[in-house]
């Protein structure tokens, strides 16, 4: 079966970093683009960053943008989210997803690994 597996997550200071890894496993299909979203209480799912899989194009919603980085490594089927500068207000749960080829939507997610930003 299709599975996204996260790990990275923990707990930093402001002004620190985190790198968290999604790796995807199980696919019969191609993958258009990989995401990365986060939910903190309260507050509806947001738009963190994505990436092409087939050319590496990358795009960042606003509040992390000069932030946040998204790669990926196609040999190992992983994605990457490279967090620099935290703040308080990236606190969330952050979930990779997978939208296929195929469908065109984000039907695939991962279980979510905690981020805590916190002096």
């Known amino acids: 079966q299709v599975q996204l597996v996260e790990s990275g997550g923990g707990l930093v200071q402001p002004g620190g970093s985190l790198r968290l890894s999604c790796v995807m496993s199980?696919?019969?299909?191609?993958?258009?683009?990989m995401g990365w979203f986060r939910q903190a209480p309260g507050k509806e799912r947001e738009f963190v960053a994505s990436?092409?899989?087939?050319?590496?194009?990358?795009y960042y919603g606003d509040s992390v943008k000069g932030r946040f980085t998204i790669s990926r490594d196609g040999a190992k089927d992983t994605v990457y989210l490279q967090m620099d500068s935290l703040k308080t207000g990236d606190t969330a749960v952050y979930y990779c997803?997978?939208?296929?080829?195929?469908?065109?939507?984000?039907?695939?997610w991962g279980q979510g690994t905690q981020v805590t930003v916190s002096s």
């Open positions: 199980g696919r019969t299909f191609s993958t258009h683009y």
């Open positions: 990436i092409r899989w087939n050319y590496g194009s990358t």
């Open positions: 997803a997978d939208q296929p080829v195929t469908t065109g939507r984000y039907d695939y």
